[in-house]
């Protein structure tokens, strides 16, 4: 598979892999970010856990860039204030 996620930052081919791995009857997911998941009592519950996991990781991205715009914004206010006291 050949793609890019907006934080690599180069193009590059992607093989997709299995991410669930069953310990002793107990089931984990692997991350990109490196981290392993789990334990859950089910493949099912595993797999769920991941879209959970996945929609957790997009908000996270996302409130972080609403963040830091809002910083952005007011430290340009705050030179515009200054600059208008001057």
Do not use: C
Not at 47 to 74: F, G, P, V, W
């Amino acid at each position: 598979m050949f793609g890019q996620r907006t934080v690599d930052p180069h193009p590059g081919t992607h093989y997709r892999s299995s991410r669930l791995s069953a310990v002793n009857g107990q089931y984990f997911f692997a991350t990109r970010e490196g981290t392993l998941e789990g334990p859950f009592l089910s493949r099912h519950d595993a797999e769920q856990s991941i879209t959970r996991y996945i929609e957790r990781m997009a908000m996270a991205d996302k409130l972080l860039r609403h963040s830091s715009e809002h910083i952005d914004n007011l430290q340009r206010r705050e030179a515009i204030k200054h600059n208008q006291e001057l």
